[in-house]
Protein backbone atom coordinates (compact mmCIF):
# COMPACT_ATOMS: atom_id res chain seq x y z
CA UNK A 1 0.00 0.00 0.00
CA UNK A 2 1.39 3.30 -1.16
CA UNK A 3 2.02 5.89 2.26
CA UNK A 4 -0.53 8.77 2.91
CA UNK A 5 0.48 11.92 4.78
CA UNK A 6 -1.94 12.38 7.62
CA UNK A 7 -4.37 15.05 6.93
CA UNK A 8 -2.28 17.08 3.78
CA UNK A 9 -4.21 15.16 0.49
CA UNK A 10 -6.81 18.32 0.08
CA UNK A 11 -8.50 17.16 -2.40
CA UNK A 12 -9.49 14.08 -0.76
CA UNK A 13 -9.54 15.56 3.03
CA UNK A 14 -12.05 13.55 5.32
CA UNK A 15 -14.52 16.46 6.28
CA UNK A 16 -13.15 17.20 9.65
CA UNK A 17 -12.54 20.73 10.26
CA UNK A 18 -11.58 21.22 13.99
CA UNK A 19 -13.41 24.47 14.00
CA UNK A 20 -16.43 22.92 13.91
CA UNK A 21 -18.65 23.11 16.31
CA UNK A 22 -19.90 19.63 16.13
CA UNK A 23 -17.65 17.60 18.70
CA UNK A 24 -17.43 14.10 19.93
CA UNK A 25 -19.90 14.27 23.34
CA UNK A 26 -17.92 14.25 26.80
CA UNK A 27 -19.77 12.75 29.64
CA UNK A 28 -19.52 14.41 32.90
CA UNK A 29 -16.40 12.59 34.64
CA UNK A 30 -13.84 12.64 37.78
CA UNK A 31 -10.87 14.35 36.99
CA UNK A 32 -7.69 12.94 34.91
CA UNK A 33 -6.62 9.51 36.06
CA UNK A 34 -4.75 9.80 39.44
CA UNK A 35 -2.72 7.33 41.96
CA UNK A 36 -4.19 8.97 45.40
CA UNK A 37 -0.56 8.79 46.52
CA UNK A 38 -0.32 4.70 45.10
CA UNK A 39 2.54 3.81 43.63
CA UNK A 40 0.68 1.51 40.98
CA UNK A 41 -3.21 1.91 40.82
CA UNK A 42 -4.93 4.42 39.98
CA UNK A 43 -8.82 5.12 39.09
CA UNK A 44 -10.13 6.95 35.89
CA UNK A 45 -13.71 7.30 34.41
CA UNK A 46 -13.43 6.12 30.90
CA UNK A 47 -15.80 6.99 28.13
CA UNK A 48 -14.34 3.57 26.18
CA UNK A 49 -15.45 1.59 29.81
CA UNK A 50 -18.57 3.40 30.08
CA UNK A 51 -17.77 4.12 33.65
CA UNK A 52 -15.04 3.67 36.54
CA UNK A 53 -11.76 2.33 35.67
CA UNK A 54 -9.27 0.88 38.00
CA UNK A 55 -5.69 0.92 36.08
CA UNK A 56 -2.86 -0.96 37.09
CA UNK A 57 0.11 0.80 35.50
CA UNK A 58 2.65 -1.87 33.70
CA UNK A 59 5.23 0.97 33.46
CA UNK A 60 5.99 3.29 36.28
CA UNK A 61 9.05 3.82 33.83
CA UNK A 62 7.19 5.11 31.57
CA UNK A 63 8.90 2.85 28.36
CA UNK A 64 6.90 2.68 25.70
CA UNK A 65 8.25 1.65 21.82
CA UNK A 66 5.38 4.46 20.62
CA UNK A 67 6.12 8.09 20.77
CA UNK A 68 2.37 8.59 19.92
CA UNK A 69 1.50 12.43 19.23
CA UNK A 70 -1.91 12.23 20.95
CA UNK A 71 -0.33 10.57 24.50
CA UNK A 72 -0.74 12.35 27.36
CA UNK A 73 2.13 11.20 29.54
CA UNK A 74 5.15 13.30 29.67
CA UNK A 75 8.06 11.05 29.58
CA UNK A 76 10.93 13.97 29.84
CA UNK A 77 10.51 13.40 33.57
CA UNK A 78 10.55 9.54 35.36
CA UNK A 79 10.54 9.15 38.95
CA UNK A 80 12.96 7.78 41.00
CA UNK A 81 11.91 4.05 41.91
CA UNK A 82 10.35 2.04 39.04
CA UNK A 83 10.53 -1.16 40.43
CA UNK A 84 7.45 -2.97 40.41
CA UNK A 85 6.28 -4.60 43.78
CA UNK A 86 4.05 -7.16 43.51
CA UNK A 87 2.93 -7.24 47.04
CA UNK A 88 2.41 -3.26 46.72
CA UNK A 89 0.63 -3.59 43.76
CA UNK A 90 -1.87 -6.24 45.70
CA UNK A 91 -2.63 -3.98 48.47
CA UNK A 92 -3.34 -1.44 46.50
CA UNK A 93 -5.77 -2.94 44.04
CA UNK A 94 -7.75 -4.39 46.93
CA UNK A 95 -7.67 -1.20 48.69
CA UNK A 96 -9.41 0.54 45.71
CA UNK A 97 -11.61 -2.42 44.76
CA UNK A 98 -12.82 -2.30 48.52
CA UNK A 99 -13.47 1.33 47.41
CA UNK A 100 -15.15 0.98 44.56
CA UNK A 101 -17.17 -1.98 45.73
CA UNK A 102 -17.88 0.01 48.86
CA UNK A 103 -19.41 3.37 47.29
CA UNK A 104 -16.57 5.16 48.72
CA UNK A 105 -15.03 6.13 45.48
CA UNK A 106 -16.81 9.59 45.89
CA UNK A 107 -14.55 10.37 48.85
CA UNK A 108 -11.73 10.68 46.88
CA UNK A 109 -10.41 13.94 45.46
CA UNK A 110 -12.82 15.13 42.39
CA UNK A 111 -14.97 12.56 42.67
CA UNK A 112 -17.90 14.27 44.60
CA UNK A 113 -20.01 15.32 41.65
CA UNK A 114 -19.26 12.12 39.76
CA UNK A 115 -22.68 10.82 38.40
CA UNK A 116 -23.55 7.91 40.03
CA UNK A 117 -23.63 5.24 37.48
CA UNK A 118 -20.30 6.45 36.24
CA UNK A 119 -18.96 5.14 39.44
CA UNK A 120 -19.86 1.79 39.05
CA UNK A 121 -16.37 -0.48 38.15
CA UNK A 122 -16.26 -1.50 34.73
CA UNK A 123 -12.82 -3.14 34.63
CA UNK A 124 -9.50 -3.38 35.70
CA UNK A 125 -7.24 -2.12 33.02
CA UNK A 126 -3.16 -3.37 32.22
CA UNK A 127 -2.33 -0.18 31.22
CA UNK A 128 -0.13 2.74 32.27
CA UNK A 129 2.48 4.75 31.35
CA UNK A 130 3.89 2.69 28.55
CA UNK A 131 3.05 -0.09 26.68
CA UNK A 132 1.94 -3.01 29.39
CA UNK A 133 3.71 -5.84 27.50
CA UNK A 134 6.73 -4.84 27.21
CA UNK A 135 7.34 -5.06 30.86
CA UNK A 136 9.62 -7.54 31.93
CA UNK A 137 7.41 -9.07 35.00
CA UNK A 138 3.75 -8.68 32.46
CA UNK A 139 3.30 -12.56 33.44
CA UNK A 140 3.95 -11.65 37.05
CA UNK A 141 1.53 -8.86 37.53
CA UNK A 142 -1.23 -10.45 35.63
CA UNK A 143 -0.67 -13.53 37.98
CA UNK A 144 -1.02 -11.04 40.66
CA UNK A 145 -4.33 -9.40 39.56
CA UNK A 146 -5.87 -12.75 38.81
CA UNK A 147 -4.87 -13.82 42.44
CA UNK A 148 -6.92 -11.00 43.68
CA UNK A 149 -9.78 -11.51 42.07
CA UNK A 150 -9.41 -15.95 42.74
CA UNK A 151 -9.34 -14.76 46.30
CA UNK A 152 -12.87 -13.79 45.94
CA UNK A 153 -12.96 -11.29 48.02
CA UNK A 154 -14.81 -8.77 45.97
CA UNK A 155 -17.65 -9.63 42.87
CA UNK A 156 -16.01 -11.10 39.78
CA UNK A 157 -14.47 -8.08 37.89
CA UNK A 158 -13.32 -7.92 33.95
CA UNK A 159 -9.83 -7.93 33.29
CA UNK A 160 -8.86 -5.78 30.51
CA UNK A 161 -5.42 -5.51 28.38
CA UNK A 162 -4.99 -2.24 26.54
CA UNK A 163 -1.79 -2.54 23.98
CA UNK A 164 -0.62 -0.98 21.31
CA UNK A 165 -0.11 -5.07 19.94
CA UNK A 166 3.82 -4.76 19.54
CA UNK A 167 4.53 -7.10 21.84
CA UNK A 168 1.87 -9.59 22.27
CA UNK A 169 4.22 -12.59 20.37
CA UNK A 170 6.36 -12.46 23.22
CA UNK A 171 6.43 -15.16 25.04
CA UNK A 172 5.87 -14.07 28.99
CA UNK A 173 3.32 -12.33 27.85
CA UNK A 174 1.74 -14.82 26.01
CA UNK A 175 2.12 -17.15 29.39
CA UNK A 176 0.45 -14.33 30.64
CA UNK A 177 -2.40 -14.13 28.72
CA UNK A 178 -3.20 -17.67 29.25
CA UNK A 179 -4.42 -16.53 32.98
CA UNK A 180 -7.30 -14.60 31.27
CA UNK A 181 -11.04 -16.24 31.30
CA UNK A 182 -13.32 -15.83 28.45
CA UNK A 183 -15.16 -13.00 29.72
CA UNK A 184 -11.90 -10.75 30.11
CA UNK A 185 -11.25 -8.64 27.08
CA UNK A 186 -7.44 -7.29 24.99
CA UNK A 187 -7.83 -3.73 23.50
CA UNK A 188 -5.75 -4.03 20.73
CA UNK A 189 -4.40 -0.66 18.73
CA UNK A 190 -4.94 -0.17 15.35
CA UNK A 191 -4.88 4.16 14.39
CA UNK A 192 -3.46 3.93 11.05
CA UNK A 193 -4.21 2.11 7.55
CA UNK A 194 -0.35 2.88 6.19
CA UNK A 195 3.07 2.46 6.93
CA UNK A 196 3.22 6.07 5.92
CA UNK A 197 0.33 7.54 8.72
CA UNK A 198 1.89 4.71 11.46
CA UNK A 199 5.33 6.74 12.18
CA UNK A 200 3.06 10.35 11.79
CA UNK A 201 0.81 9.14 14.22
CA UNK A 202 2.42 6.55 16.26
CA UNK A 203 6.10 7.25 15.78
CA UNK A 204 7.75 3.43 16.76
CA UNK A 205 10.92 3.06 18.43
CA UNK A 206 13.64 0.81 18.66
CA UNK A 207 12.62 -1.57 21.63
CA UNK A 208 15.50 -3.64 24.42
CA UNK A 209 12.96 -6.38 24.57
CA UNK A 210 12.83 -9.50 21.65
CA UNK A 211 10.53 -7.15 19.19
CA UNK A 212 11.77 -6.68 15.64
CA UNK A 213 11.50 -3.57 14.00
CA UNK A 214 8.00 -2.36 14.40
CA UNK A 215 6.03 -1.75 11.44
CA UNK A 216 2.15 -2.01 10.51
CA UNK A 217 2.42 -5.21 9.16
CA UNK A 218 3.85 -6.40 12.79
CA UNK A 219 0.79 -4.99 14.33
CA UNK A 220 -1.69 -6.60 12.40
CA UNK A 221 0.18 -9.86 12.34
CA UNK A 222 0.26 -9.85 16.15
CA UNK A 223 -3.24 -8.84 16.39
CA UNK A 224 -4.31 -11.40 13.38
CA UNK A 225 -2.65 -14.35 15.55
CA UNK A 226 -4.02 -13.21 19.00
CA UNK A 227 -7.25 -12.86 17.25
CA UNK A 228 -7.50 -16.06 16.12
CA UNK A 229 -7.43 -17.17 18.77
CA UNK A 230 -10.02 -15.23 21.29
CA UNK A 231 -11.91 -11.95 20.27
CA UNK A 232 -10.17 -8.68 20.53
CA UNK A 233 -11.51 -5.32 20.20
CA UNK A 234 -9.89 -2.43 18.16
CA UNK A 235 -9.25 0.44 19.70
CA UNK A 236 -8.78 3.57 16.94
CA UNK A 237 -7.81 6.86 18.02
CA UNK A 238 -7.85 9.38 15.18
CA UNK A 239 -6.87 12.82 15.72
CA UNK A 240 -5.97 16.45 14.68
CA UNK A 241 -2.76 16.73 13.61
CA UNK A 242 -1.08 20.61 12.78
CA UNK A 243 -5.02 21.59 11.96
CA UNK A 244 -5.73 18.55 9.83
CA UNK A 245 -7.42 14.93 10.66
CA UNK A 246 -6.99 11.71 8.53
CA UNK A 247 -7.58 11.66 4.44
CA UNK A 248 -10.05 10.09 3.06
CA UNK A 249 -7.42 7.69 1.19
CA UNK A 250 -6.39 6.85 4.63
CA UNK A 251 -9.35 5.60 6.18
CA UNK A 252 -10.50 3.85 3.33
CA UNK A 253 -6.69 1.79 3.56
CA UNK A 254 -7.48 1.82 7.38
CA UNK A 255 -10.90 0.04 6.83
CA UNK A 256 -8.99 -2.49 4.24
CA UNK A 257 -7.03 -3.39 7.37
CA UNK A 258 -9.50 -4.40 9.45
CA UNK A 259 -11.60 -6.10 6.54
CA UNK A 260 -8.24 -8.25 5.51
CA UNK A 261 -8.26 -8.86 9.23
CA UNK A 262 -11.53 -10.36 9.47
CA UNK A 263 -11.07 -12.15 6.16
CA UNK A 264 -8.07 -14.09 7.36
CA UNK A 265 -10.06 -14.90 10.75
CA UNK A 266 -9.54 -12.42 13.45
CA UNK A 267 -12.30 -12.27 15.56
CA UNK A 268 -13.08 -8.75 16.41
CA UNK A 269 -16.14 -8.22 18.47
CA UNK A 270 -15.87 -4.26 18.42
CA UNK A 271 -13.88 -1.48 17.20
CA UNK A 272 -13.91 1.62 18.86
CA UNK A 273 -13.32 5.09 17.07
CA UNK A 274 -12.68 8.13 19.42
CA UNK A 275 -10.28 10.73 19.35
CA UNK A 276 -7.98 12.60 21.68
CA UNK A 277 -9.84 13.06 25.03
CA UNK A 278 -7.76 13.83 27.26
CA UNK A 279 -5.16 16.92 26.70
CA UNK A 280 -2.33 15.09 24.78
CA UNK A 281 1.51 16.56 25.66
CA UNK A 282 1.90 17.78 22.51
CA UNK A 283 0.75 21.22 21.09
CA UNK A 284 -0.20 20.08 17.87
CA UNK A 285 -2.84 17.85 18.48
CA UNK A 286 -6.09 18.07 18.91
CA UNK A 287 -9.63 16.76 19.06
CA UNK A 288 -11.28 15.28 15.77
CA UNK A 289 -15.14 16.25 15.48
CA UNK A 290 -17.67 14.29 16.09
CA UNK A 291 -18.92 14.01 12.40
CA UNK A 292 -15.82 13.07 11.10
CA UNK A 293 -15.41 9.97 13.57
CA UNK A 294 -19.30 9.34 13.02
CA UNK A 295 -18.23 9.24 8.83
CA UNK A 296 -15.03 6.90 9.73
CA UNK A 297 -17.03 4.43 11.70
CA UNK A 298 -19.91 4.24 9.14
CA UNK A 299 -17.77 3.27 6.43
CA UNK A 300 -15.94 1.14 8.61
CA UNK A 301 -19.40 -0.47 9.10
CA UNK A 302 -20.31 -0.40 5.32
CA UNK A 303 -16.56 -2.32 4.42
CA UNK A 304 -16.23 -4.82 7.31
CA UNK A 305 -19.59 -5.12 8.79
CA UNK A 306 -18.11 -4.93 12.59
CA UNK A 307 -20.05 -3.90 15.01
CA UNK A 308 -18.35 -0.26 15.62
CA UNK A 309 -18.77 2.60 18.09
CA UNK A 310 -18.01 5.95 18.25
CA UNK A 311 -16.64 7.78 21.59
Not at 72 to 91: G, Y
Not at 99 to 122: F, M, Q, S, T
Not at 138 to 157: G, I, M, N, S
Request: glycine share 6%; charged share 25%.
Amino acid sequence: MAAFHYGMDMQNALICDPRSTTRAPRPARGPERSYFGNRFVYAVISQRAHGLSIGVNLNPDKFCNFDCVYCEVDRRRVPANTQIDLDVLAEELEEMLDRAYGGRIRELPGYEAVPEDLLKLKEVALSGDGEPTLCPMFADVVETVVHVRAKCLFPFFKIVLITNSTGLHLTHVREGLKLLTGKDEIWAKLDVGTEGCLEQINSPKASPLNCPSVTLEHVVENILALAKQRPVVIQSLFPVVNGRGPTRDEITAYAERLKALKDAGAQISLVQVYSAHRPPARPTCGHLPLRALSEIARQVRQMTGLKTEVF
